[in-house]
C-alpha cells in the first residue's frame, strides 16, 4: 500500500470506526508513530485488501478487532488479508489438481467416429463367432484382415 492509499485507508477507518480515532489521540504518546506503525504493518497488504476487511466488519462477515485489541487494529487487518490470500490459494490449488485429475481421466474414444463404431461392433460379431466354433481360425483371420481394411 502505497503512503497516499494508507493515509485514504486510515480516513476510511476512522470514518468506520470513530472510537478508534478517539482512542488513538487519547491514548497514543505520540500518534504519527502509531500511524507509522501501523503503515509498516500494512506495507504488504493493498488497498483494495484492507478495504474489502473494513466491508467484511461493516457486513459483519468478520468481526472488527474488540475495544481491548485497539493498539492491534493494523495486525487484525493484516492477519485477515493473509488469511483470505490463504484460502484462495489453497482453493485455486485444489481446483487445479481437480482440473488436471480430470484432464487425465478423459480418454477421447475412438468409437465415438461412426465408420469405427460400426467396425468395433462387426469385430465383436466376428471374435464371438470365432470363440463359438462357427468359424475356423483361418477365416477369421480373413475377415478381420478384410474388414480392417475397410475401415
Known sequence: MTRAEFEQFMKT??????GLWQWLNESSPNVPATT???ERT????????????????????K???AAYER??????????????RDLDRRRDSRQKLSVEVRRREYRPSALGIPSVRAAY????????RYLSDTIDEAAYERELSELLSNV
Open 71 to 84: 493498539e492491534l487494529v493494523a495486525v487484525v487487518i493484516r492477519q485477515s488479508v493473509m488469511r483470505d
Open 36 to 38: 507509522a506503525s501501523w
Open 121 to 128: 461392433e462387426q469385430g465383436k460379431e466376428l471374435r464371438a
Open 42 to 61: 500494512l506495507a504488504n497488504v493493498t488497498f483494495a485488501e484492507a478495504l474489502l476487511v473494513l466491508a467484511d466488519w461493516e457486513s459483519g462477515a
Open 13 to 18: 477507518l476512522f470514518e468506520q470506526l470513530p
Open 63 to 65: 468481526t472488527p478487532p
